[in-house]
């Protein structure tokens, strides 16, 4: 199952895979920038469980911080910026995307654990960038 996975994953071209990444990012950091400035409700993200807006605005901004150098890696994993890799650093690269993963994939279960706007629309938004950061980490890059 796994290897039909693969297969099916590699079809995507990788410099889109990752444009499509970032673009996720990006979607993230304005839901969270929307939450700091109090468009959207706080209660409709982090599972509901934030007791209070300053919480969220916290959680929110750290969360944004968190994303802006995976959307870095992502412009030079997916050779959006040319980057030669050598041995090492392609190995270390891909390790290090490729151990993200379950992170990513705990996302998606949270999400659905979540409240109303979570299961709703950023359940698709997470199961997207989920299967775009799978075919950035799966590239060999040496």
Not at 68 to 82: D, E, H, M, R, Y
Not at 129 to 138: I, K, Y
Request: one cysteine or more; charged letters at 15%; glycine letters at 6%.
């Amino acid at each position: 199952m796994f290897r039909r996975f693969l297969e099916w994953i590699r079809h995507f071209d990788l410099r889109k895979a990752g444009i499509i990444n970032i673009a996720i990012s990006v979607i993230n950091i304005i839901v969270h920038i929307l939450v700091i400035k109090g468009v959207l409700p706080y209660q409709w993200v982090n599972g509901g469980r934030t007791t209070s807006f300053e919480a969220a605005q916290q959680i929110s901004s750290s969360s944004i911080f968190i994303m802006i150098p995976g959307i870095i890696i992502t412009l030079f994993a997916s050779q959006i910026i040319p980057v030669k890799f050598n041995k090492f650093w392609g190995i270390a690269v891909s390790a290090l995307l490729i151990l993200l993963l379950p992170v990513s994939f705990i996302g998606i279960i949270q999400q659905f654990l979540g409240t109303m706007f979570e299961k709703c629309v950023m359940s698709i938004i997470t199961i997207i960038g989920f299967c775009t950061a799978a075919r950035v980490a799966l590239e060999k890059r040496w």
